[in-house]
């Protein structure tokens, strides 16, 4: 196999300008000659139309927009302040919960040890998978008192033969790793930690630590969360915080990580010293598994079962501790292909989640109103549902049409003052990555349309709901051909490359941006054309990395 790969194609595509140029110039003179194209008395229809249908509509859900933009600022504010009061008073986890070192017994010894099993879901990973099972096999804890299960779906016989092999490679060496396979994928995810519980042999365990395929735990993990869940009763998951292999490797992956470092320096941060809950990652996490069990188990009704029994578990009484200062290795997606599907599953997921049990948790008596509001409101309806709708509703579609039906008025405070304090509040997060701010901005909008689509999918339950691709990891391929690091050729296919709905729309935005321009009256066409260029960007394919045949 031929590897080819590009990287932050982006800022090369930006430089190579002439095709954009072209086109703006051809729509700006359009528009100044307009008025000896059209007509008076069809120019004079358009207004009546513009001012009496469209600019009603349009001018209705700039207010919606308004409206949903404060409370994501004060959503984004109150997480900012908590997080930071935390950072401040130092409330680290340790000093709020017991999680005195375990230690071996002089009487009981490895008893003294509670039993651990290890559930790695794994689903055709041959690029990962001797690492996963690696670091799992490597963590320090009494090997009579650990069992891993490798919960193997593959349908690539190959993949599936170099998996077993590798467990029963461990298992010479002494440890109790044991390879479970099904004979169909229901469920997923779920299905195959939901089955892996259901083993005899887990009945002796306390605790189940998960790691995705691409997770690297250091060995002192169990040492570092197990603690918090011996000694504290009432804590049912302690969750540890992401570390990226390949954050450095696009500058795609580099967006991505300032996403994640916020969600979970400030969101699950937040979520943790406040209401005890936040939603479960899926991964580096280890749970009590009679929380689970008192939960109802894992549930396959959506494409999101970690934040599923998260939720639900937190509505039965159960706490959770977030511990940042614990990292677990793992690989971004870098192809954009699988950064969509994945950003579709999680979006989707967690947007059919509410639309399932919004109601539910609504009329819960053992609920407290507080812990609800937060649930509903804070959690479900602000970051999975307003914040997707928003931005790209508001500075994709009606910051644009607002240049072009100039009835619509948009006060400053919502197209300047809101989203330059909630991106301020992103970057005191990440001072690291203040450099790119402007492309995380640019991307991120991009990047809403396909969120939007997807969380419209999850609330009408429809399409692709259930959709599940599972996130393609490309581990040391990319490494294999240093000299690959750089744009790549395009590729034969080209459904590959092109995606037609980002390119429609930058087609919008050029054409707002040069009327904009021509009739000068509200200058947006400067962020309008940049938003237009990301969109063809990405539109265009060139963004991240590209695997290919050939």
């Known amino acids: 196999m031929e590897m080819e790969a590009r990287t932050s194609g982006a800022l090369n595509a930006w430089l190579d300008g002439s095709l954009e140029v072209s086109i703006s ?3 700006v003179s359009l528009f100044r000659h307009a008025d000896n194209l059209f007509p008076d008395q069809i120019a004079d229809t358009w207004r009546v139309i513009r001012a009496r249908a469209v600019a009603p509509v349009l001018q209705a859900a700039v207010a ?7 409370m994501l600022l004060v959503e984004a504010v109150a997480m900012a302040a908590v997080s930071l009061g935390v950072k401040i008073l130092r409330l680290r986890p340790e000093k709020r919960y017991k999680c005195e070192p375990i230690k071996p017994d002089l009487e009981e010894g490895s008893l003294a040890y509670p039993m651990v099993l290890i559930q790695i ?4 990973e041959k690029e990962v998978y001797k690492k996963s099972i690696g670091a799992a096999c490597g963590l320090a804890w009494p090997s009579d008192r650990i069992t891993i299960q ?3 779906d593959s349908t690539d016989p190959t993949v599936k033969d170099l998996v077993e092999l590798e467990c029963k490679l461990w298992a010479s060496k002494g440890m109790n790793i044991l390879y479970e396979v099904r004979d169909n994928r229901r469920g997923y995810k779920a299905g195959a930690l939901k089955e892996g519980l259901e083993h005899s042999y887990v009945q002796q365990c306390d605790f189940v630590a998960i790691f995705d395929s691409d997770f690297q735990p250091e060995s002192d993990f169990l040492m570092r969360t197990v603690p918090f869940l011996a000694h504290n009763s009432r804590i049912a998951l302690v969750q540890a915080r992401w570390a990226f292999v390949n954050s450095k490797e696009c500058l795609m992956t580099r967006i991505q990580k300032m996403t994640l470092d916020y969600h979970f320096k400030v969101e699950q941060e937040a979520g943790s010293s406040t209401f005890a809950f936040f939603g479960f990652n899926g991964t580096a996490g280890v749970w009590r598994i009679s929380a689970i069990k008192e939960a109802g188990g894992w549930n396959d009704r959506t494409t999101v079962e970690d934040m599923d029994l998260a939720v639900r578990a937190s509505l039965k009484g159960w706490q959770f501790v977030y511990v940042g200062d614990i990292k677990v290795k793992s690989e971004l997606p870098s192809t954009l292909k699988a950064y969509r599907h994945q950003q579709h599953r999680w979006t989707c997921g967690a947007a059919n989640l509410f639309r399932k049990m919004g109601m539910e948790i609504l009329t819960m008596k053992e609920v407290s109103f507080w812990k609800k509001f937060y649930v509903i409101y804070s959690f479900f309806f602000v970051r999975k549902i307003v914040a997707h709708l928003v931005t790209f509703l508001l500075y994709c579609v009606l910051v644009p049409a607002s240049v072009i039906v100039p009835e619509v008025t948009i006060p400053v405070w919502g197209t300047v003052y809101i989203p330059t304090a909630i991106t301020l509040l992103n970057a005191i997060r990440n001072p690291s990555s203040i450099h790119l701010i402007p492309f995380w901005v640019l991307f991120e909008n991009v990047m809403s349309m396909h969120r939007m689509k997807a969380t419209m999918i999850g609330l009408l339950e429809i399409g692709s709901v259930n959709d599940w691709v599972v996130t393609e ?3 040391d391929a990319i490494k294999a051909k240093p000299e690959v690091q750089i744009l790549e050729k395009p590729p034969i296919r080209i459904r590959d490359r092109i995606y037609f709905s980002e390119i429609g729309l930058a087609v919008f935005l050029l054409c707002c941006a040069c009327y904009n321009l021509v ?11 940049l938003q237009a260029i990301a969109f063809l960007v990405v539109g265009f394919g060139y963004v991240g990395t590209f695997i290919s045949n050939s």
């Open 121 to 124: 879901p794994m689903y055709n």
């Open 25 to 27: 110039s051809a729509l």
């Open 150 to 152: 490798v919960l193997d």
């Open 64 to 70: 919606v927009c308004l409206a949903m933009s404060v």
């Open 519 to 529: 009739y000068n009256k509200i200058y947006y066409y400067i962020y309008i054309y």
């Open 473 to 475: 990891k490309l581990g």
